[in-house]
């Protein structure tokens, strides 16, 4: 009998964040996943920009995953991001009801990508922000950023995490209103202006 050794690196297949891609675009992207905020719901702001690379070229293939307190700054603990057709196994996306405070965005053909969300409240001393994780083609480990509102400056300055960035470096996580709740946020993955990013150890 012939036995297999399972468990040395070469016989382990890559994963899509292993692996030089682009992936994300199949099998990910589900019906809705930039509509995080309740239909109707007040407090809705729209968040918008592109993602470049480090020549400066926007990525028709980069994915975002992005996660979000509600306007208390509660961060919340529902399903329904990903619900089910219980009959066909298919994606249904969302209830437009309850607020999952998390949503998976592609870039179009254009680099460009936006989301629908409610407008996040500050917790403990930490500004009011949204977490992002970036997919993209040639990162073999997906990157960690925020996107902070600037509506508060008095917040932005004791920020823990801006306030020990100088401000140049600090401008990359700081969304730039456009009116109507409406905000832009560009992804510079290397080069001038690149965007923050952080590391969890």
């Known amino acids: 009998m012939t036995r297999t050794d399972t468990s040395g690196p070469p016989s382990v297949p890559p994963t899509p ?23 109707g719901h007040p407090d809705t702001i729209t968040l918008q920009g592109h993602v470049y690379d480090g020549a400066g070229d926007p990525l028709p ?11 208390e700054g509660n961060v919340p603990d529902v399903d329904g991001s990903m619900r089910r057709d219980p009959a066909t196994g298919g994606h249904l996306g969302r209830n437009g009801v309850e607020f999952t405070g998390w949503g998976r965005v592609q870039t179009d053909a254009d680099g460009h990508w936006y989301a629908r969300t409610l407008r996040p409240g500050g917790r403990g001393r930490s ?45 990359t996580l700081v969304a730039a209103r456009r009116g109507d709740g409406t905000y832009r946020f560009d992804i510079r993955l290397q080069g001038e202006g690149e965007t923050v990013f952080l590391e969890f150890t």
């Open 17 to 39: 964040s292993h692996t030089v891609g682009p992936f994300y675009g199949y099998a990910l992207p589900f019906p809705g996943g930039g509509d995080i905020a309740p239909v």
């Open 61 to 71: 293939d980069a994915f975002l995953e992005l996660w979000g307190p509600d306007p």
């Open 127 to 171: 500004a009011p922000h949204l977490s992002v994780c970036v997919f993209a083609r040639g990162l073999l480990v997906h990157l960690f950023t925020r996107i902070y509102l600037p509506d508060d400056a008095a917040a932005l300055a004791v920020d823990p995490l801006l306030s020990r960035l100088p401000g140049a470096r600090r401008d």
